[in-house]
């Protein structure tokens, strides 16, 4: 198997510039992930981030889920385990509207952190879309207005951890799945493995890096790219040694945003939409069916907008 692709993104600022943007194309349409380094967020801060959330969770939630799995019997399963995960999750929304004040048991200090670290993710998000943008040969600026909607992106943050589980091989820690949405930014544990993606039938791992930031890709891009970039199949494996963290950021199309292949990637201008490889439909709707169908193909998800008479609201993207 290859090696899993690593964007040092110092090099798009100077003469391995070029390199660097063919290892971003090759990654995107080759694997769906890939990892950054030297991406602007200061290691300060994500110190500070993984150290807060660790404490987070030993203070607020460790006892919580010995309880929840003490109540489903799960440290005994002597079967496999099809519609429960191995986590230990919290929720933030910072964009159009943040909850960060809502959310119980959070320090202020925490609170803080996780604003500033959000704010810098958020940059690096728009950023990436632009290189994506430049990969692709739309202008500057169209996934962003692709995903915009009528108020701004949803841009929320998954906290999670996965303790160590007894029974591994019967539990997922995360259930195998494409992710909904845009571009998914993630910072996770650089000492507990168990991130896979699905590579040419083959779950590979996607190794642990100190300070990285691991990109993928959602269902979202896969459409407005018409395919050229796909949304990958991942999973976590739950360990029995190490409680792995996994802070996850989405930067996703606003709930009224109408998402379709962007015409410059489209395979002919007179494609009918009924035999476009893929639908036009509103983000909000795509999002009932995938509350449904999140750990089922994504294909059938797509064959179903099809039929669904999305009522976009808003006229065509700018720069289409």
């Known amino acids: 198997m290859e090696s899993f692709p690593v964007i040092n993104m110092e090099n798009l600022n100077g003469e391995k510039r070029a390199i660097t943007m063919d290892k971003i194309k090759d990654a995107c349409e ?13 290691p300060e801060l994500m110190d500070t981030v993984e150290r807060m959330t660790k404490e987070h969770y030993k203070k607020c939630m460790e006892q919580r889920f010995r309880e929840l799995v003490a109540s489903k019997g799960l440290e005994c399963v002597q079967t496999e385990v099809h519609d429960l995960d191995w986590e230990s999750t919290f929720h933030l929304k910072h964009l159009p509207v ?83 949405g845009g571009v998914i930014l993630l910072f996770q544990d650089d ?38 970039y796909k949304s990958v199949l991942h999973r976590v494996v739950a360990q029995t040694d190490g409680n792995r963290m996994s802070i996850a950021s989405f930067y996703n199309p606003g709930n009224d945003a109408v998402i379709y292949p962007a015409p410059a990637l489209a395979q002919s201008e007179v494609e009918e939409a009924d035999e ?26 797509f064959q179903a907008m099809k039929a669904i008479k999305s009522s976009p609201n808003l006229g065509p993207i700018a720069t289409a």
Request: aromatic fraction near 10%; proline fraction near 6%.
């Open 30 to 42: 080759n694997w769906g992930f890939f990892e950054l380094v030297n991406h602007g967020i200061p």
């Open 98 to 180: 943040s909850n960060i004040t809502q959310i119980p048991d959070l320090d202020d200090d925490y609170r803080k952190v996780m604003k500033e670290f959000a704010v810098k993710l958020e940059k690096l998000a728009e950023e990436l879309m632009d290189l994506l943008c430049e990969n692709l040969g739309l202008e500057k600026g169209y996934l962003k207005k692709a995903l915009y909607g009528s108020n701004g992106p949803n841009f929320g943050t998954k906290v999670s951890n996965y303790p160590a589980c007894p029974k591994p091989e019967l539990i997922k820690g995360l259930r195998a799945h494409t992710d909904a």
């Open 276 to 301: 476009a490889a893929y639908p036009k439909f509103v983000f909000e709707d795509y999002m009932k069916l995938y509350a449904v169908l999140k750990f089922q193909a994504k294909e059938p998800r």
């Open 191 to 228: 000492k507990v493995s168990g991130l896979q993606l699905l590579k040419d039938d083959q779950w590979v791992d996607v190794p642990p890096m100190r300070h990285s930031i691991v990109i993928n890709l959602g269902d979202q891009i896969e459409v407005i790219t018409n395919g050229k």
